[in-house]
């Protein structure tokens, strides 16, 4: 049988898979463009405005996807009765690699899967290729244990083809910016307000910088210390989940969990703190990311 092709672009809402779909819509036409936005339900209002937005003018098919299975990072959270950190990566499998996957081995075309990497954002990235096949790292059992639906994998790969691209590899973040600007468009308004990237709301990789956006704005930051309040309720006192890991911040400034893991409002006033006194912290925290199977699903 004679399949088509669809052209597919990871949206994520950041200027990277911005960029990569405008290129798209002009390198194939808009018409022939779906974009697939994994929506975790803990990202910010305006990024889900952005999404719907940046779709609209493009006038691309918006596919929005959510995993059945698990009410967004506070179900997934609230399930674990913890928070997913380095040696846990729960939120970016379940809520979007899964999702993907799924919506994936669901389509009856072949696939060719634009994502918003580029090699300058660390030496980890640049270390992949430009092109690849999708389920190559998976194969090669990136994700660490057992592989999600393998024997359905297995059978769409043996009549389809899911290749990957990295169209904007090789940019710089100005370049990005100003290709997004060439073409009439703006990036996510979250960068103007001092986020460095944008996805979840914060990402549990967010470096401290990072944070301070979260730690100013009531709503968001009230909806962290609500989910910890809620999972806090259903552990044991002196075994509280934080969603920071211990020795985010100073320990001196973590008093109220008996473990020493920092609570929210504690690593929120401590980056607020650091605005009056410049040199409490540098800009030395690693920077952490998905992995390469999950990148261009979280930015
Ligand atoms: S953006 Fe961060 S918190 Fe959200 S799914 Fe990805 S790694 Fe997890």
Redesign the pocket.
Known sequence: MDRKVKIVVQF?GGKDSQACLIKACNDYGSENITAVF?D?G?EHEETYDHVHKIAEMLGVNLVILRNSKVDG?VGLCTRMKWF?DTSN?M??VK??VEPMIDWVLSQEEHLIIIQGIRAKESAERALYDVECSYFRDYFNNEYKGKLYRKRDVKKWCETHDASVLRPIFKWTGQEVIDYILANGQRPNSLYLKGASRV??F?????RLNEIKIVARDEKYRQRVINLENTINSLRDKGNEASFFNKGKIPKRFCLINDNGAPTFSEVADYVLREESQPSLFGNDEPEL??MSL?HG???
């Open positions: 994520s994994c975790t803990w990072m997913p990566r939120c970016t809520l979007k996805g979840c914060p990402c549990i990789f967010a990311s998905c999950y699903l979280c930015e």
